[in-house]
C-alpha cells in the first residue's frame, strides 16, 4: 500500500459549512473600526481587500509607527519610515480613532492586530464547534483516509486555522504536535508542544496546523510555552500581558506574535517554533510518500508551492501521484483546463496541457497522459460520495 500525504486548505472548510474568505473578511470589518477604516479607504481607490490583507495592512501602520518612534535612539535602525510615509489622506482616517482609544500609537496598532486575530478566529470557530455533527459526510470522509491507512499511517498537512481531521474523524488517533506533560499538576489544564515526537516519529497518524490553530495559545502565566486548549482562542478575555507578543525577524526589525499565521508575511513567521518544525516535516513527508492528495488548496502560498516543487523535483526514484480535488463543481469549458493545468505545469515542471492532458466528460475528471497527475472538479463531497479515488489506485 502506498504512503500518502493530505494537505488540505481553505476550500475543503467550505464543505463543512466553513466561512469562504469573503464571510471572514466581512467579520473583520463589521467588527473593527480600524479594519473597516483600512477597507473603505483602499476601496475608494479600487483596491478590494480579503481579510488577510487587511492584517497585512494593520502591521504595516504597527512596524510603521515603532520603527518611526523608536529609530531615532540608535536601539533600532528601521528603514521603514525612512524611504516611506502614510498618505495624509489615510491619516486622516485613522487618527481620530486612534485620539479615541486613548493610547498611543503603537498599542493602539498592535491591539487592534490582536483583537483582528480573534474576531478571525471566532469566526472559525463558529463551523469547527459544529464538524463533528455531520455525521455523514464524516463517515465518508474516514473511509477516504482509512483507505490509505492500513499499512502507513495517514501523514495531513492544513492551512486551515481548524482541526477538521481531528474533530470528523474520531476513530484515528491524530497526533497534532501536542501531548499531556507527565507528573505536573500545575499544567493539567493544557497540552503543551511536544517537538521530540514532531521530529522523530514518523509513523504516527499526524494532522498538523502549518499555519497555526485558533485552539493554539499561551497559557497564564507563561512566557513562551505554546499550548493547546480544547475551548479554543477567545477575544473574549484576551491574555496578551502574558504572552511573548514581540519577536525578532528580520535584522533589526519586530514580528507580530499571534496563534494563527496571516496577512503577507507568512513566509517570516513560518520561522519561527513551532511552524518551522511543521514545515520541516511537511517537507520529509512529500519527499517519502507516494500520493498527495491536495484538497482545496489554491496553490497561493508561495513557502507551501516552494516545498511541493522541491519535493517533487528532488526525489529519488518516481515521482508521487498527484490528485488534486478542487472546490469548484465545474471545469466549465474547455478553455479553463489550461489554465487551471497551468498551475501544475509551472509548479511541478510537467510537459505542456496539449501534451499531456485530457478529459473524461462524464465526470470532470483531468489527468495527465501518463496518470502521475489528476485534476478534479466535481468538489470534495462528490468526491467522497462516488469515491472517485478509486478509479486512481
Not at 495624509?88 to 493610547?103: E, Y
Not at 466549465?332 to 501534451?355: G, V
Amino acid at each position: 500500500m502506498h504512503k500518502s500525504l493530505f494537505l488540505t486548505g481553505a476550500g475543503l472548510a467550505i464543505t463543512w459549512d466553513g466561512k469562504s474568505t469573503n464571510g471572514i473578511t466581512n467579520d473583520l470589518i463589521c467588527k473593527n473600526k480600524l479594519c473597516c477604516a483600512i477597507y473603505k479607504y483602499l476601496s475608494t481607490k479600487d483596491i478590494k481587500l480579503n481579510f488577510e490583507e487587511i492584517i497585512y495592512s494593520i502591521e504595516l501602520l504597527f512596524h510603521h509607527n515603532y520603527s518611526y518612534m523608536y529609530s531615532k535612539d540608535n536601539r533600532l535602525n528601521y528603514i521603514f519610515p525612512k524611504v516611506f510615509n502614510v498618505s495624509l489622506p489615510f491619516n486622516d482616517i485613522i487618527k481620530p480613532l486612534v485620539q479615541k482609544s486613548l493610547k498611543e500609537e503603537r498599542v493602539f496598532y498592535h491591539e487592534q492586530f490582536l483583537q483582528a486575530i480573534s474576531l478571525i478566529s471566532e469566526s472559525i470557530k463558529g463551523y469547527s464547534d459544529l464538524v463533528s455533527q455531520k455525521i455523514d459526510l464524516n463517515t465518508k470522509l474516514e473511509v477516504f483516509i482509512k483507505s490509505f491507512s492500513a499499512t502507513h499511517p495517514p501523514r495531513c498537512y492544513t492551512t486551515n486555522y481548524d482541526r477538521l481531521f481531528i474533530d470528523a474523524v474520531k476513530s484515528i488517533d491524530f497526533f497534532d504536535g501536542f501531548s499531556l506533560k507527565r507528573e505536573d499538576t500545575y499544567h493539567r489544564n493544557y497540552r503543551s508542544l511536544d517537538l521530540n515526537k514532531i521530529i522523530q516519529d514518523r509513523e504516527c497518524n499526524c494532522f498538523y496546523n502549518l499555519h497555526g490553530s485558533i485552539y493554539w495559545d499561551v497559557p497564564y502565566g507563561e512566557d513562551k510555552q505554546l499550548a493547546v486548549f480544547d475551548e479554543g482562542f477567545s477575544s473574549i478575555e484576551l491574555n496578551y500581558p502574558n504572552r511573548q507578543q514581540l519577536v525578532t525577524a528580520n535584522p533589526k526589525e519586530f514580528q507580530l506574535v499571534s496563534p494563527i499565521i496571516t496577512g503577507y508575511n507568512k513566509t517570516q513567521r513560518t520561522n519561527l517554533e513551532p511552524f518551522n518544525v511543521f514545515f520541516n516535516s511537511f517537507l520529509q513527508d512529500s519527499f517519502e510518500s507516494d500520493i498527495w492528495f491536495i484538497i482545496g488548496y489554491s496553490f497561493s502560498d508561495p513557502h507551501i508551492n516552494n516545498t511541493l516543487s522541491t519535493a517533487y523535483n528532488n526525489r529519488e526514484g518516481n515521482s508521487p501521484r498527484i490528485i488534486w480535488v478542487s472546490m469548484e463543481k465545474e471545469c466549465k469549458t474547455e478553455i479553463d483546463l489550461p489554465f487551471k493545468f497551468a498551475e501544475f505545469r509551472e509548479l511541478f515542471s510537467l510537459p505542456p496541457y496539449s501534451e499531456a492532458c485530457y478529459k473524461n466528460p462524464d465526470d470532470y475528471f483531468f489527468h495527465s497522459s501518463d496518470r502521475s497527475v489528476y485534476l478534479y472538479f466535481g468538489g470534495f463531497e462528490k468526491f467522497l460520495t462516488d469515491k472517485i479515488w478509486q478509479q486512481i489506485i
